[in-house]
């Protein structure tokens, strides 16, 4: 799997919103982590509100798809948006990646 950068990261910040809020290095760290959970053919996320297990039927996601779909809120990830809204898998993605930015702020 290939690793998202955070020379990409700052470029593309820059490029697009003009600013960086938040630092790069943990925005790496976060979707790296989060592509390489998420890819683990032994993962399911358990939904925290139901005893279902919400599964990644494509086990094929790039840190770059993480990134943008979490700063962007693009639709890079199959299976996280029904009609304009967040799916149960994609709130847990995003949790998922605040947890682990949050650890790498530490």
């Known amino acids: 799997m290939k690793q998202i950068t955070q020379k990409y990261i700052k470029e ?3 490029e697009t919103y003009g600013t960086i809020k938040h630092e790069p290095k943990f925005l790496k760290i976060a979707a790296n982590e989060t592509a390489k959970y998420l890819n683990n053919p032994e993962v399911e996320i358990e ?7 919400i599964y990644n039927p494509n086990k094929n996601i790039k840190p770059e798809d993480v990134f943008h779909f979490i700063v962007d809120d693009d639709n890079t990830i199959s299976g ?24 790498a702020a530490q």
Do not use: A, C, V
């Open 12 to 14: 593309y910040l820059i």
């Open 47 to 53: 939904d925290e509100y139901s005893d279902i297990n």
């Open 80 to 103: 996280t948006f029904s009609y304009g809204f967040h799916t149960r898998y994609g709130r847990e993605i995003k949790d998922i990646f605040s947890e682990l930015y949050s650890e």
